[in-house]
T-cell receptor
Framework: DAGVIQSPRHEVTEMGQEVTLRCKPI?????LFWYRQTMMRGLELLIY????????DSGMPEDRFSAKMPNASFSTLKIQPSEPRDSAVYFC??????????????FGSGTQLSVL | EDQVTQSPEALRLQEGESSSLNCSYT??????LFWYRQDPGKGPEFLFT???AGEEKEKERLKATLTKKESFLHITAPKPEDSATYLC?????????FGSGTKLNVKP
């Protein structure tokens, strides 16, 4: 199994630009999660999907952030416009379960985002 | 407020020097406590899930235990390849809450 695949691995952009992060979950997994990791705040859950439907987006910092899951094998996290404080590592994770359950998360390798 | 606190933030050990990492939590409705290992430049990798107080899980040199308010990750005779950041996460009915991690460095 290829695991959770994220792209790009690194993204450097200028303030005000649109950024799109991509994720392919493990085949057969029903839940997909987007996390952000910083030194100051650690791992924060931004949003999670169950069967392609957004269930909880309360962690999305503001309207500049949006996420979609058009099908079971693809999700995007978009930031428009980007700001320097958005600089972080963004992780996508997937799991077998229905919604958030007592099942382990499989994480991708992350996207290192730098907004100048 | 739901919270997960890990200590210490960083730990340096000599190879073979056993120690423990702590994860304390104040999360209502706990449905599970998870330990993950994270290597630089990679995503967290699952190690253990603990569901109830008194439960223990082992994997090679690692042993995780759980009480009503905290979990310990015991590392016995660590090796340099055990160097990583260890994260704990607790799951209640709505979300996973991650701690900020303990960065472990094992010197040969």
């Amino acid at each position: 199994d290829a695991g959770v695949i994220q792209s790009p691995r690194h993204e450097v952009t200028e303030m005000g630009q649109e950024v799109t992060l991509r994720c392919k979950p493990i085949s057969g997994h029903n839940s997909l999660f987007w996390y952000r990791q910083t030194m100051m705040r650690g791992l924060e859950l931004l949003i999670y999907f169950n069967n392609n439907v957004p269930i909880d987006d309360s962690g999305m910092p503001e309207d500049r952030f949006s996420a979609k899951m058009p099908n079971a094998s693809f999700s995007t996290l978009k930031i428009q416009p980007s700001e320097p404080r958005d600089s972080a590592v963004y992780f996508c994770a997937s799991s077998l379960g229905q919604g958030i359950s007592n099942e382990k998360l499989f994480f991708g390798s992350g996207t290192q985002l730098s907004v100048l | 407020e739901d919270q997960v606190t890990q200590s210490p933030e960083a730990l340096r050990l000599q190879e073979g020097e056993s120690s423990s990492l702590n994860c304390s939590y104040t999360v209502s409705g706990l449905r599970g406590l998870f330990w993950y290992r994270q290597d630089p430049g990679k995503g967290p990798e699952f190690l253990f899930t603990l569901y109830s107080a008194g439960e223990e899980k082992e994997k090679e040199r690692l042993k995780a235990t759980l009480t009503k308010k905290e979990s310990f990750l015991h590392i016995t005779a660590p090796k340099p390849e055990d160097s990583a950041t260890y994260l704990c996460a607790v799951h209640n009915f709505n979300k996973f809450y991650f701690g900020s991690g303990t960065k472990l460095n094992v010197k040969p």
